[in-house]
């Protein structure tokens, strides 16, 4: 079907099925001055290019640890931002435009965690930007909440995979104590998992967001004092593929904002 299309309507027809970066998953240095090798004799050694190898990528597991001491380290909310944005274990960083760290006030009592920052987070900085951010200001509005007043919002993962991809497990795990580490600083009254991504992540469970909404689960982890109460919830995005599932959603606002008046935080 290509071979008929002229070049405009090749790249629209590239853009329509989603391919709309010219990236690769490692950052190249255009700028580079690659020295070539001295002409020894001008008529018999051909010439090549010598490019230095790429910059070592320490391993998951060092890694890992690196993230987990890092994280720990933090007391505050911008020593957790400064901490992420100094790691160099997770490859993301060097393809993504910027960081996407979080929105709205550490201070908020609802903390909500999405999955992977796309296009538009990756563009704006901030979690939840495009499309899908319209749709989860608009819920949450309906039940009194925004994140101008009264919800915390950040992902799972804080820079853009490239090309949308879905987030490796290993990129998953080094990302891990970084978002532990934010809600135990956060500490907030209740915690939303928002979407499939996040809830498995965080609750460790293989189970999927269909199966573990709709209830109050108990969040644990190291740094804090007592558990939190938390609710799984369908990714916007996901909502806005499958309308049908808006019920459910609204099933699952409803019992956020009864907890959130039980707690006397709405
Ligand atoms: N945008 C985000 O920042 N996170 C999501 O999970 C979905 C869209």
Redesign the pocket.
């Known amino acids: 079907m290509e071979a008929s299309l002229n070049p405009v309507q090749l790249l629209q027809w590239y853009m329509d099925i989603g391919v709309d970066e010219a990236i690769g998953e490692e950052l190249i240095d255009r700028t580079r001055i690659v020295e070539k090798p001295p002409v020894i004799s001008a008529t018999i050694l051909p010439i090549t290019q010598v490019s230095p190898p790429p910059a070592p990528i320490i391993g998951t597991i060092e890694a890992l640890g690196e993230a987990k001491v890092l994280a720990a380290a933090a007391k505050t909310v911008e020593e957790l931002k400064a901490a992420l944005e100094g790691f160099q274990g997770l490859s993301l960083k060097r393809t993504a435009t910027q960081i996407?760290f979080a929105d709205g006030a550490p201070t908020a009592r609802v903390m909500l965690v999405?999955?992977?920052?796309?296009a538009?987070?990756d563009r704006i900085g901030?979690?939840?930007?495009?499309a899908?951010?319209q749709l989860?200001d608009k819920m949450l509005a309906a039940i009194g909440l925004s994140r101008e007043n009264n919800v915390y919002?950040t992902?799972?993962i804080n820079w853009r995979p490239p090309g949308n991809r879905t987030p490796s497990e290993a990129e998953l795990a080094l990302s891990l104590p970084f978002v532990q580490r934010h809600i135990e600083l956060v500490n907030p009254a209740v915690l939303v998992y928002?979407?499939g991504?996040?809830t498995k992540a965080l609750l460790q469970s293989s189970q999927s967001v269909m199966r573990l909404r709709g209830k109050w689960m108990d969040y644990s982890s190291e740094g804090l004092q007592q558990p939190i109460p938390s609710l799984a919830m369908f990714?916007?995005?996901y909502l806005i593929g499958s309308p049908a599932q808006k019920g459910l959603a609204w099933a699952d606002l409803l019992m956020l904002k009864a907890k959130l008046q039980e707690l006397g935080v709405l």
Do not use: C, K, M
């Not at 999405?114 to 796309?118: C, L, T």
């Not at 901030?126 to 495009?130: E, I, K, L, T, W």
């Open positions: 996407v999405g999955e992977v920052p796309g538009d987070e901030r979690p939840f930007a495009g899908s951010g989860l919002i992902n799972v928002v979407g991504v996040a990714n916007p995005t």
